[in-house]
């Protein structure tokens, strides 16, 4: 019995290492595995993608193709808008005469702080760039309306327009004396420094006819005997943004606010102001900025006719300032 009991202690100690041994071993394996599973996880994702990873990686070619459509519209856009600039400088606003429409800084790119909020990320390049595009058709499209409404205006007056702009010669032509006075630059003869002379210059008789070049509204008329600046001078408004200056004339004909139609006498040519010799000084002055009045001689000047004025006019001057 004693034997007994002392084997079924033994056998009972031994089940009990066993048993022991076997736990042991078990969560050996699992760490083993769960080591050897970490490990390839680890180098698969760092040879392999992962399927989220694969689809990360989708997504993101996804929405750079995007974009890439989205700034090739754009650009689509930005020379549909050019041609139509194009063709509204070169062929609309021909049609009434009218010069080219400029907004001041227009074409000036906004200050790079204003994309600072697109900056912190992979994208931020990219979404900057197309952001910086829109912003430039934004500009075109805003200059581009205010032109073509400026010239629906322009059609709505089309009549009146024609009438009032400046398009005929201020003088007869067969009294001119001399060489016309250029506009723009020209070297002063007596000063010698370049200096800028704002209408052209037709010597004459005193007392020789001017005649006003468009239909308007006299804006002012000053009368003066001084030596100095323009002397006696008309000026008329003819709208649409067009005046006419007149200056140095002996007498005038007409009084502020006097309704004018084209080719009406207005005054008679003299020598007042700062002039050297008897002459008309005329201006055409388009949105508040003298323009070269030859353009507006004859709106139906052949190509001949123009080249023969050119020839006529030179850096004379017959005024001494
Ligand atoms: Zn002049």
């Known amino acids: 019995m004693r034997r007994k009991s002392q084997n079924n202690d033994?056998?009972?100690?031994q089940r009990g290492v066993l048993h022991r041994i076997k736990s042991y071993r078990l969560i050996r394996n699992?760490?083993?595995?769960?080591?050897?599973?970490s490990v390839i996880?680890?180098?698969f994702s760092s040879l392999f993608y992962t399927p989220k990873m694969f689809r990360l990686a989708d997504e993101r070619r996804e929405l750079e193709m995007r974009y890439e459509v989205l700034q090739n519209r754009i650009r689509s856009s930005q020379r549909k808008i050019?041609?139509?600039r194009h063709r509204d400088n070169l062929v609309y606003r021909p049609l009434f005469s009218s010069d080219t429409l400029s907004i001041e800084g227009i074409y000036t790119p906004y200050a790079e702080q204003k994309y600072a909020h697109l900056q912190g990320n992979d994208f931020s390049p990219m979404i900057t760039s197309v952001w910086k595009e829109m912003d430039q058709?934004?500009?075109s499209l805003?200059?581009?309306s205010k032109s073509l409404d400026e010239l629906q205006i322009l059609s709505k007056d089309k009549e009146k327009f024609s009438t009032a702009i400046p398009a005929i010669w201020p003088i007869d032509r067969s009294l001119l004396r001399n060489k016309i006075g250029a506009f723009g630059y020209r070297m002063h003869p007596k000063l010698h420094r370049w200096k800028f002379h704002k209408g052209v210059d037709m010597a004459g008789r005193v007392g020789d006819p001017i005649f006003a070049t468009g239909d308007g509204v006299v804006e002012?008329?000053?009368l003066s005997r001084a030596r100095t600046g323009y002397g006696t001078q008309v000026v008329i408004n003819h709208g649409f943004g067009y005046k006419t200056r007149y200056a140095h004339l002996n007498k005038s004909h007409v009084q502020r606010g006097d309704s004018i139609k084209r080719g009406?006498?207005?005054a008679d040519l003299g020598n007042t102001g700062i002039s050297t010799a008897p002459h008309l000084h005329y201006e055409v002055i388009y949105r508040n900025s003298p323009v070269n009045p030859i353009n507006y001689f004859d709106k139906n000047m052949s190509a001949e006719a123009y080249k023969s004025l050119m020839n006529q006019i030179q850096e004379e001057t017959y005024e001494a300032e």
């Open 10 to 13: 033994t056998t009972g100690g």
């Open 30 to 37: 699992l760490l083993i595995g769960f080591i050897v599973a």
């Open 41 to 43: 996880n680890l180098l």
């Open 82 to 84: 050019d041609e139509i």
């Open 137 to 139: 058709l934004a500009r």
């Open 142 to 144: 805003y200059l581009e």
């Open 220 to 222: 002012s008329v000053i």
């Open 264 to 266: 009406q006498l207005i």
